[in-house]
Nanobody, 125 residues
Framework: QVQLVESGGGLVQPGGSLRLSCAAS????????IGWFRQAPGKEREGVGC????????TYADSVKGRFTISRDNAKNTVYLQMNSLKPEDTAVYYC??????????????????WGKGTLVTVSS
């Protein structure tokens, strides 16, 4: 059974950092493209960034470029989202999602096939 579980969310002050984890079970994560998405209250879910199966190519939304970094640890079957210089507008529920690498086309909600339940990140003083 394919399962994705996010962790690491919480309350952080503006300018702070958090690292989210996405642990996969039931499949080999290194054969999949993994994406991080977020949904703020009253807004649509949007892409944060994705890491592809081969060459670990990553893509990021303009709003997080230079501040967020996606990485993967294949031995732990886990993908991470390192978030630095956090802003109040980064407040959202963060989700990880997966799609087989051969079916990855772009880092958008509609391309992803498996989803975690999300973890809440709140950036506030």
């Amino acid at each position: 059974q394919v399962q994705l579980v996010e962790s690491g969310g919480g309350l952080v002050q503006p300018g702070g950092s958090l690292r989210l984890s996405c642990a996969a079970s039931g499949f080999r994560l290194d054969l999949y493209a993994i994406g991080w998405f977020r949904q703020a209250p009253g807004k649509e879910r949007e892409g944060v960034g994705c890491i592809r199966r081969l060459l670990t190519i990553t893509t990021y939304a303009d709003s997080v470029k230079g501040r967020f970094t996606i990485s993967r640890d294949n031995a732990k079957n886990t993908v991470y989202l390192q978030m630095n210089s956090l802003k109040p507008e980064d407040t959202a529920v963060y989700y990880c999602a997966a799609v087989p690498g051969t079916r990855f086309r772009e880092c958008v909600v509609s391309n992803m096939e498996y989803w975690g339940k999300g973890t809440l990140v709140t950036v506030s003083s």
